[in-house]
């Protein structure tokens, strides 16, 4: 070979050799580039598209299964609708638990017993609703105590009785009631 460059007998040979030559090392090139960096990246590109495919196809799934449970899609969002209308007006927006006072307050004095304690708890903030429980305990007869029991969830704001435990003492039967209430925090 070095005789070839040397002697100056490469002017000899044909220039399409030469050519052919080039485009030999420019196409080892090209597929040595294409082996190394793109392919990698299209192998990279495919793998996206296809995590992307199957989050689609899942959406789609979803979507369809939810159109055979709702057939009719404008009653379904009426209904929604009016449900969080229901729960907007049983949820107060303001978290006046005085107001929640005053009414068990009157709640006991109608049921003809004395409210002795009152004890708030710890907030508990959900998605939506603020939940605010008491400890609330009152004084009286038997059946004043199941009276008030009885109508306590009818007393607004919405409230949950969680548990209540009755007592002997010398006053009279008490009753310690653990009552959650709950606000509605609407979209701020």
Not at 19 to 29: E, K, P, Q, R
Not at 52 to 67: G, H, K
Not at 84 to 100: C, R, S, T
Not at 101 to 114: C, F, M, P, R
Request: overall charge negative.
């Amino acid at each position: 070979m070095w005789n070839l460059f040397a002697k100056g007998s490469y002017k000899v040979l044909p220039m399409k050799l030469y050519i052919g030559g080039f485009v030999f090392a420019c196409g080892l090139f090209v597929l040595i580039f294409n082996i190394c960096v793109l392919l990698p990246r299209v192998a990279q590109t495919r793998a996206e598209s296809r995590e992307q495919l199957c989050e689609l196809q899942r959406q789609v799934t979803s979507i369809t299964a939810f159109q055979r449970q709702h057939e009719d899609f404008e009653a379904h969002i009426a209904e929604i609708n009016r449900e969080y209308q229901l729960m907007e007006k049983l949820l107060p927006n303001d978290e006046a638990a005085v107001a929640f006072i005053q009414q068990l307050e009157n709640h006991a004095e109608v049921s003809g017993l004395e409210l002795i304690s009152l004890r708030p708890g710890k907030v508990i903030k959900g998605d939506k609703y603020i939940e605010q429980p008491f400890e609330v305990g009152v004084r009286g007869e038997y059946a004043s105590i199941m009276e008030f029991l009885k109508n306590l969830p009818q007393v607004t704001p919405y409230n949950k009785t969680e548990s209540f435990s009755i007592k002997y003492s010398p006053q009279g039967l008490e009753c310690h009631i653990n009552v959650s209430i709950f606000y509605f925090m609407g979209e701020k």
